[in-house]
Structures are given as structure tokens and as C-alpha cells.
């Protein structure tokens, strides 16, 4: 089923990606862009995540790929996990800051499937935007996944990161890691090429 919903979400807004692609979508010899190096961190982070022996190491790689969207200026930076340090700590998000500072996502001209899938639409009130996902994260329940409704994949990746941080339960976190990197995957394509 995963995989399906991966292939519908790939196919609703990337073409084939681009011959010799590297992780980040950079064709071999280009140097991939900010938002590209940023979406490799988040596809690490996402990795260690999936892969964590335990729930500290789950709560850490979630807090990273979490601290790598939003930024210094976004809702839920910081060391969530409590251990003392900001994983992910970086100087701007992916995604625009609270006060409509552009993210990376949103530096230059972002061609369409970043505008759909990453941006997931206009930020005119970036503050309005990141309470939607804050509204979606507090309403989630195990029969009711709000993620869906938010347009931005990296938002939905914010999600999951969360409710990750808020477990203590390392087969949710991995499960949760698993949604995760269906979003992280569906934002570099948009990334890799797109046809639109």
C-alpha cells in the first residue's frame, strides 16, 4: 500500500528524473542547490530514524528531520528531545519562517511540483500556514490522520516527527519514520524533475 501511495504521489507531479541524478536531484556535475542539500539531511536523518535500536536514537534523527523544516524561525525548533542539543540546527528552514522570511524551498523561482509539493502552495501568511499544520499535529489520532490535509509534504514529515518525539514506543517511531520518508521522497522528486 505504501509503496502504491508513493507512486501516485511521484506521478501527480514529477516526470522522470533527470538522467545521472544524484541523492539531491543535481545532475552529475552540477552542484545541487541549498533546499537539494537540505532534503539529503532530512533523507539521512529519516534514515537514522527508520533505523534507530532505540527510542533516544529514534527521538534524536526525528528531532533533526523536524529542526531541518522549520528552522530557527519556525514553530517546534529545538531540542525537543531534551538531550541538551539542537539536532538539524541550521540558520534558515526549508520552509518560510514564521514571519514570512523565505525558506530554501522558496529562494528564487521554485519550479511547479516544488511549489505543490514542497511549498504546497503560496505562503503569503506563513503564519496561518504553520498553524494549519500545528492544528493537523494536536488534532491526529491513530483513526484519524489529519497529515493528508496538509499540502506541504515537508509539514507532513513535521507531523510525524512529533508525534515520534512525543512516543516512547520504538515500533510507532519506526512506523512513523516509514510516513515520513514517503514525504521526504515525494519533496526531492519535486526536486529531480519535473514536467509541469
Same mark, same amino acid.
Given at each position: 500500500?505504501?509503496?502504491? @501511495? ?17 541523492? +539531491? ?5 552540477? $552542484?545541487? $542547490? ?8 532530512? +533523507?539521512?536523518?529519516?534514515?537514522? %530514524? ?34 541538551? $542539543? ?7 528552514? @526549508? ?8 525558506? @530554501? ?12 509539493? #514542497?511549498?504546497?502552495?503560496? %505562503? ?10 500545528? $492544528?493537523?499535529?494536536?488534532? %491526529? ?16 514529515? #513535521?507531523? %510525524? ?5 512525543? +512516543? ?18 515525494? +519533496? ?9
Amino acid at each position: 500500500m505504501l509503496s502504491l @501511495l508513493l507512486v501516485v504521489a511521484l506521478a501527480a507531479c514529477s516526470g522522470d528524473p533527470a538522467p545521472a541524478a544524484t541523492a +539531491s536531484g543535481a545532475a552529475a556535475g552540477a $552542484t545541487p $542547490t541549498r533546499a537539494e542539500q537540505r532534503l539529503d539531511a532530512m +533523507s539521512e536523518a529519516v534514515a537514522e %530514524w527508520s533505523a534507530a535500536a532505540t527510542i533516544q536514537e529514534a527521538h534524536r534523527a526525528a528531532e533533526s528531520a523536524r529542526n531541518l523544516v522549520v528552522g530557527p524561525g519556525g514553530p517546534l525548533y529545538g531540542d525537543a528531545d531534551g538531550d541538551g $542539543t539542537t539536532g538539524g540546527e541550521s540558520d534558515t528552514g @526549508l520552509l518560510p519562517a514564521l514571519d514570512g522570511s523565505p525558506g @530554501l524551498a522558496d529562494a528564487g523561482e521554485p519550479n511547479p511540483c516544488v511549489e505543490a509539493d #514542497v511549498l504546497g502552495g503560496p %505562503w503569503d501568511d506563513a503564519r496561518a500556514r504553520w498553524d494549519i499544520m500545528l $492544528t493537523a499535529i494536536d488534532e %491526529w489520532a491513530p483513526d484519524h490522520n489529519t497529515f493528508p490535509s496538509l499540502p506541504s509534504h515537508p509539514q507532513r514529515v #513535521v507531523g %510525524w516527527a512529533t508525534l515520534t518525539l512525543a +512516543s516512547d514506543d520504538l515500533d510507532l517511531a519506526h512506523e512513523y519514520a516509514g510516513h515520513a520518508r514517503l514525504h521526504v521522497d515525494v +519533496s526531492t522528486a519535486a526536486y529531480e524533475g519535473c514536467d509541469a
